[in-house]
């Protein structure tokens, strides 16, 4: 065979000229010592502070503490394989989660990873872990209303979109019911919720997906979960994680979000594990010096844009569990001091059957009547005063004195309205009903309905409102005020009259 040395040169010529010289010069340390997820790594020398770091295995990690001669590195995922020895590289990036609509509906770990066995999640969009609160310039005053659709909270706490709320109270009263219902009263409202679950048991966290699922929420809903059997970091990561996913819609597309930090108080604490791991000093309750920073930076985040950067807001409602009450426990002062109020949950209220078991006494928004409509803002201006009242002459009826008429009629109204405020789980209430419900208790149209009877009548006078008169609650939803005062009271009144002869016509042919 004839070998064609032109050919031959002519592919060489090829090949040289399309060589390229590859010279991956990638900064390469090794692991020292491991344990409890946090490995020491000696030679990385120019790694950076939350610097992405990959170690041989292809395990993730992050560049915590910068010491003068090794890095201590937070693991994320499992730590088990990890061998003094292993090679770990810099990524030369920071940490970024996946963000986008194919989120909605999932739930996601810290990383950004479902967990849900739905398959992978298909989005090239990622956003940083952490990000720069928005300035003084980039923000406006709060005062588009927000609703929970529940009747205390709407009416004496109410919250705006773009505040930060803060959920107190102790263990198993109701924080996360509260929470949950938020989420349940967005539905066609247009607010993307992220619901961020740090610490919590997985049974809990499938209970709650399981509520929205069924009541069609997931749709507008991201869950990130890092349970309380994931390691620390994810939990310490989790919530800024949570934060980025819902930035990606204030910024990107001016809507509304809503945040729910449950619980930043299982956060801190592994926080102060990681920490003390990486032999930081520790403080007060053993927590590290930058633990106020820690819950800061990441309530900062939530803000209502001005319309300049496209007008979206994000709403934090961070959950605190409190021991025995203990309000002025270190994480306590610390985060009711970031945000703008808090709602305060009492054991004794929820034992004696008033839930939500909301402490209208220390409870308090410090944006207030802002971000209320015109209506609500009428009918419950006096509300919490009464109520406040109310808990005085309770205490001093108590000592068995006798009263005069107008401190028995101001008792009797103020079991009425307790009895208004009450309201199931997962039965949030539209505005417009909420207004005409407050409306009939404080004006006093609900004085002779019996106190063992005011539920069942406000459920009756809803739905006799929407059937006979859809016009009055409409007026309330589109133009924020209660229009026709007089017309709304001779309703309200009619009503009473026919159920209280309905009430009298039973309990003559039961009798």
């Not at 409602?317 to 985060?335: C, D, F, K, R, W």
Request: proline letters at 4%; hydrophobic letters at 40%; glycine letters at 10%.
């Amino acid at each position: 065979m004839k070998i064609k040395t032109d050919e031959i040169v002519s592919v060489l010529k090829k090949e040289i000229e399309s060589f390229e010289a590859r010279l991956d010069l990638d900064e390469v340390g090794e692991v020292l010592s491991v344990g409890d997820g946090i490995a020491r790594v000696y030679g990385l020398q120019n790694v950076m502070a939350n610097e992405m770091v990959e170690f041989e295995d292809g395990t993730h990690g992050l560049a915590f503490n910068l010491e003068e001669n090794s890095v201590g590195v937070v693991v994320l995922g499992e730590y088990i394989q990890l061998r003094e020895g292993f090679k770990v590289k810099r990524l030369g990036r920071v940490l970024e989660v996946p963000v986008g609509d194919a989120q909605l509906g999932r739930i996601v770990n810290a990383m950004g990873t479902p967990v849900d066995g739905k398959g992978p999640i298909n989005t090239e969009k990622t956003r940083p872990v952490e990000f720069l609160a928005p300035g003084i310039a980039k923000r406006q005053p709060v005062t588009e209303p927000l609703q929970t659709g529940i009747k205390a909270i709407d009416a004496m706490i109410p919250i705006g979109r773009g505040q930060r709320e803060l959920i107190i109270g102790d263990r198993g009263i109701g924080k996360t019911a509260i929470a949950v219902d938020t989420i349940i009263n967005q539905k066609g409202k247009d607010v993307i919720c992220v619901y961020v679950a740090v610490g919590q048991k997985q049974s809990k966290v499938a209970a709650v997906k399981e509520q929205l699922e069924s009541l069609g929420c997931m749709d507008y809903t991201i869950i990130v979960s890092a349970s309380a059997s994931d390691p620390a970091p994810m939990q310490y990561l989790s919530p800024y994680a949570g934060a980025a996913m819902a930035e990606y819609y204030m910024y990107d597309q001016g809507k509304a979000t809503l945040v729910i930090y449950d619980d930043l108080t299982k956060q801190a604490n592994a926080y102060r594990q990681m920490s003390l791991l990486l032999r930081r000093p520790p403080g007060r309750e053993a927590f590290p010096g930058d633990v106020f920073y820690l819950h800061s930076r990441l309530l900062e985040r939530a803000a209502k844009l001005n319309e300049k950067y496209g007008g979206g807001s994000m709403t934090a409602l961070p959950i605190i569990e409190t021991q025995e009450g203990e309000v002025s426990a270190y994480i306590p002062t610390n985060v009711i001091s970031i945000t703008d109020g808090q709602i305060y949950l009492q054991p004794n209220l929820f034992a004696s059957g008033q839930r939500p078991a909301v402490d209208v006494g220390i409870s308090v928004s410090r944006v207030g009547g802002n971000a209320q409509i015109k209506a609500m803002k009428k009918v419950a201006g006096r509300l919490k005063l009464d109520l406040a009242q109310f808990r005085e002459l309770e205490a001093f009826a108590q000592l068995g004195t006798d009263l005069d008429a107008a401190t028995q009629a101001q008792l009797d109204r103020g079991y009425r309205v307790l009895e208004v405020l009450k309201q199931g789980e997962n039965t949030p209430w539209p505005v417009e009903e909420q207004v005409a419900t407050i409306f009939s208790v404080t004006k006093g149209l609900m004085d002779k309905i019996p106190v063992e009877q005011i539920r069942e009548f406000e459920q009756g006078l809803i739905k006799h409102l929407r059937d006979a008169h859809p016009e009055l609650l409409t007026g309330i939803a589109e133009k924020h005020v209660v229009e026709d005062e007089e017309k709304f009271s001779k309703t309200v009144i009619d009503y009473a009259d026919s159920y209280l002869k309905g009430t009298a016509a039973d309990i003559r042919s039961h009798g």
